[in-house]
Every structure is written in structure tokens, then in C-alpha cells.
């Protein structure tokens, strides 16, 4: 018996818990509730699949890296020189290079060239630099100036110009 008492005393106690404490919040999501309509966009169509023949693999893969061969009995042809020992920043593409300054000994300009690993390097006219044979032209006080060998997917080989100007104060401290 004092258990069931006590069960209703607490029972009482509970309800006694549950006034009108929140009825602020109540009153506000019923009033906001009242100007919504409930529509929902349709979805978008979904269009049929069309499948798509792939009529190229004859061709080479271009994000393959192709292997460099000589062109065979040569003929005056436009070609890299594949036995030629390779210098060091010739393993950097030409755009991860920068000139940062020159110096001049005996009549002879040298470029200053700072690879990606903060490495510095003294080239000069008939230096080999980038990943395109490129073999220094000029080098003058304001930029660095090569020639590119470049292949084209069927092999032939055209030689592009490129530059490489002096970094100014504000972009050598990048």
C-alpha cells in the first residue's frame, strides 16, 4: 500500500512539473506554421542514358610520358641529341624555374637560376635547361632567352623560343 502511495504521490509531482512554462515557444511555432504552404518542387527529368564510342585507341595515350627515340638515318632532320649527358636543371620543367640575377666574369654573362628546392644555379649561353632541350640562346641583365625542342605526337620535332625574365624584389621573396 505505501508503495502505490508513493507511485501516486510522484505521479502528482510530475504533472504538477509540467505548467505553462513554454508556452511562448508554443504560441511562436503555431503562428509561424500558419502562413506556410506545404508545395514541394517536382523533381528535374532524368535524361536517357546515350552511350558514347570510343573510336581513338590508335592513337597515342596523351598521359602516357612517351619514350624518345632518335629519328632513324636522321637527314637533317630537327632532332634532340639522346647521347648528350644531361645537366642538371634539365630535370625541371621551364615553368618551376626562376632567374633571380646575373653575374658577369670576364666578359661572360651568367644567369642565376633557383629551382623548386631552393637550389642556386650558374648558366650561361650554350647551357642546357627544362625538360624540352632547351639550350640557352642569350643571356642578357633582364632575361634569359633558349630554344626548345618540342615532339609532336607523330614524332617530328619543332623548336620553340622561350624566355625567362628577372624576378623582380617582391617575387624573389615568394
Known amino acids: 500500500m505505501k508503495r502505490k502511495a508513493c507511485t501516486l504521490l510522484l ?5 504538477g512539473c509540467g505548467g505553462e512554462e513554454f508556452q511562448d515557444i508554443k504560441d511562436f511555432i503555431k503562428e509561424s506554421e500558419q502562413g506556410l504552404k506545404g508545395r514541394v518542387e517536382p ?45 642538371a636543371l634539365e630535370v625541371y620543367p621551364l615553368e618551376n624555374l626562376r632567374m633571380v640575377g646575373t653575374l658577369q666574369q ?3 654573362i651568367y644567369a642565376l637560376i ?18 624540352n632541350f632547351g639550350l640557352i640562346t642569350d643571356v642578357s641583365e633582364a632575361s634569359l632567352k633558349l630554344k626548345e625542342l618540342i615532339q609532336d605526337s607523330a ?18 621573396k615568394k
Open 11 to 15: 505521479g502528482l509531482l510530475l504533472t
Open 43 to 87: 523533381l528535374p527529368e532524368v535524361k536517357p542514358y546515350e552511350p558514347f564510342n570510343y573510336n581513338a585507341f590508335d592513337l597515342p595515350d596523351p598521359f602516357k610520358p612517351r619514350k624518345i627515340e632518335p629519328v632513324k638515318g636522321g637527314g637533317g632532320k630537327l632532332q634532340p641529341d639522346v647521347n648528350r649527358r644531361k645537366e
Open 106 to 108: 670576364k666578359n661572360v
Open 114 to 131: 633557383k629551382t623548386p628546392d631552393n637550389n642556386l644555379y650558374r648558366v650561361k649561353t650554350g647551357n642546357y635547361m627544362g625538360q
Open 155 to 172: 614524332g617530328d620535332w619543332s623548336e620553340r623560343e622561350s624566355s625567362l625574365q628577372l624576378l623582380d624584389e617582391q617575387e624573389r
